[in-house]
T-cell receptor, first 112, second 113 residues
């Protein structure tokens, strides 16, 4: 399974866009990119996922490079409630989550 | 709409004591999982159940046992608790197909003295 690399932390001003990078240079053709976040002390929460096309939902946008070796999660208008640890994960299409590993993620702090 | 429910939310044990963490989901999901999270670290998979009647080891299974009681419930048992098992435990579930979305409970905070 592909591994991911994320910066350990980043700050963002409230109201600005937060761009969270993720490197997954060993990703296979059938592996999706998923993003989750974990707000302090709570269970992780699903945000978005994609294969090769850019994706958008009510929470965020996901931009995947053409070679699929990296991606960026965009929170368009960060709020204080977006302060959380964000996890980038790759998982094969249709695979169970049994072998999946969550890394250390990126601690995002949104400041007023 | 409860989603994934874990009990208890907090527990303090003495070394050598046993206990069971309970997890139930009401989404008719096939797959269920137990993770642990230590301070400042990501989640590590302990055990998972791909479907009712099956269980498999994850990354850190030593010291734990699990039971998939039925499709809704997946329990985690510590037979002889050790201080190294002090952690926050999360249960999760998923359809197991192509949706890729894991639904997590709120966590169970366990302290072993």
């Amino acid at each position: 399974d592909a591994k991911t690399t994320q910066p350990p932390s980043m700050d963002c001003a409230e109201g600005r866009a937060a761009n969270l990078p993720c490197n997954h240079s060993t990703i296979s053709g059938n592996e999706y990119v998923y993003w989750y976040r974990q707000i302090h002390s709570q269970g992780p929460q699903y945000i978005i996922h994609g294969l090769k096309n850019n994706e958008t939902n009510e929470m965020a946008s996901l931009i995947i490079t053409e070679d699929r070796k990296s991606s960026t999660l965009i929170l368009p208008h960060a709020t204080l409630r977006d302060t959380a640890v964000y996890y980038c994960i790759v998982n094969p299409l249709g695979a169970r989550w049994g072998k999946l590993q969550f890394g250390a993620g990126t601690q995002v702090v949104v400041t007023p | 709409n409860a989603g994934v429910t874990q009990t208890p939310k907090f527990q303090v044990l003495k070394t050598g004591q046993s206990m069971t963490l309970q997890c139930a989901q009401d989404m008719n999901h096939n797959s269920m999982y137990w993770y642990r999270q230590d301070p400042g670290m990501g989640l590590r998979l302990i055990y998972y159940s791909a479907s009712e009647g099956t269980t498999d080891k994850g990354e850190v299974p030593n010291g734990y046992n699990v039971s998939r009681l039925n499709k809704r419930e997946f329990s985690l048992r510590l037979e002889s608790a050790a201080p190294s098992q002090t952690s926050v435990y999360f249960c999760a579930s998923s359809e197991g197909g192509t949706t890729g979305e894991l639904f997590f409970g709120e966590g169970s905070r366990l302290t072993v003295l």
